[in-house]
């Protein structure tokens, strides 16, 4: 359930809420926006909630008290009726600006990765992609370059003042992927790893969750949950498109989640044409639709040269491609009220 206070209530009127929620075996997370203080008791209380509910409202300072009936408290857009904003170094997701994540899909060398984003900057991205560790389904093909691979964003980063997002695959590795990365992905297919959201939880860092190919909405805020749950709620969702039975386009890019996901949660959403299409000449239409849908971002693939790429090359965009798109995409934010 959520309490509401005002945002300038006592330290006494938050402990007196949180100290009986706590009695009723509710676990407590609190939000302070500029006009209130919202305390999230979470878990199932030792008795009737309603009653729970009716005793809090008795009490003079609090505003209101929902009882919120989704399986998920914390992502919920009632915990945060302002919508969060994501701070990553001097970079804000969820604010007024679409932010622009971009770089290879996998780190192929320190030549790749520094070409790449050297192009990337001149057109304004400040978040480099670039996975280390990579899922693969086949075990066959390229895996990625490991701890080799990080070391080599992290040079990369340093060089051009870049922020650098990548994904971490394991558990075991989230500490040494967060030395390195600002930002950790959660791909697809480990969106139900519940070991590791819990641990990218407890990291604290800013996370980008994708959407499983084949996760419902509610699927994947309550794999948010997870992450939230353990006190880190610098979650940024990422449409990546799901799987559908279209055979023409690798995935489905699910236009329809972005506004629905920004109607239930107060998280920012953004979008992954590039895995969504699977096709790079269908990246700059679908950028532009997600954007236009209310997307605050978009993590799209570029390479220097797709046709020798370990990995993707058939979605990602070539550096002159993506420089055009980036104009393009000005237009369409301007368009729905926002900029790049
Ligand atoms: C990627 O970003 O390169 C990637 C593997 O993404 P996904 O998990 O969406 O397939
Ligand atoms: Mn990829």
Redesign the pocket.
């Known amino acids: 359930m959520l309490v509401i206070l005002n945002a300038k209530a006592t330290d006494e009127e938050v402990k007196e809420v949180t100290s009986r929620l706590e009695a009723w075996g509710y676990k407590i997370h609190i939000s302070k926006g500029v006009e209130k203080l919202v305390i999230g008791g979470v878990g199932v209380p030792e008795i009737n909630e309603l009653e729970c509910a009716d005793v809090l409202r008795s009490l003079p300072f609090v505003e209101d008290v929902l009882i919120i009936v989704k399986p998920y408290h914390l992502v919920a857009r009632e915990f945060r009726p302002q919508g969060s904003v994501i701070k990553v170094d001097d970079v804000e997701i969820g604010g007024q600006k679409v932010v622009l994540m971009a770089g290879p899909?996998?780190v192929e060398s320190y030549e790749q990765v520094y070409e790449t984003a050297k192009a990337v900057k001149q057109a304004g991205v400040r978040i480099l992609?670039g996975?280390a560790y990579?899922?693969s389904t086949s075990p066959y093909s390229f895996q990625g370059l490991g701890e080799e691979g990080l070391e080599i964003l992290s040079q990369v980063k340093k060089e051009l003042g870049l922020l650098v997002v990548t994904?971490v695959m394991d558990p075991r590795d989230v500490e040494l992927v967060s030395e390195h990365a600002d930002i950790l992905?959660?791909?697809?297919?480990?969106m139900h790893n519940f070991r590791l959201l819990s641990e990218v939880g407890k990291s604290g860092k800013p996370v980008v969750l994708?959407?499983g190919?084949g996760a419902t909405i509610e699927e994947w805020l309550l794999a948010a949950e997870y992450i939230a749950k353990e006190g880190n709620l610098n979650i940024i969702l990422?449409e990546?498109?799901i799987r559908t039975f279209e055979p023409s386009t690798r995935?489905t890019l699910d236009i329809n989640a972005i506004p629905s996901v920004k109607d239930l949660s107060h998280l920012p959403v953004i979008a992954?044409p590039?895995?969504g299409t699977g096709k790079w000449k269908l990246v700059p239409a679908v950028s532009k639709a997600a954007i236009a849908a209310g997307a605050d971002g978009l993590?799209i693939?570029v390479h220097p040269h797709p046709e020798q790429a370990l990995?993707?090359g058939p979605q990602s965009l070539r550096i002159e491609n993506f420089l055009s798109l980036v104009e393009e995409l000005r237009a369409v934010a301007q368009a729905v009220g926002r900029s790049l």
């Open positions: 899909c996998s992609r996975g990579k899922p994904e992905q959660i791909g697809t297919r480990n994708k959407r190919f990422c990546r498109g995935f992954d590039s895995h993590l693939e990995k993707d």
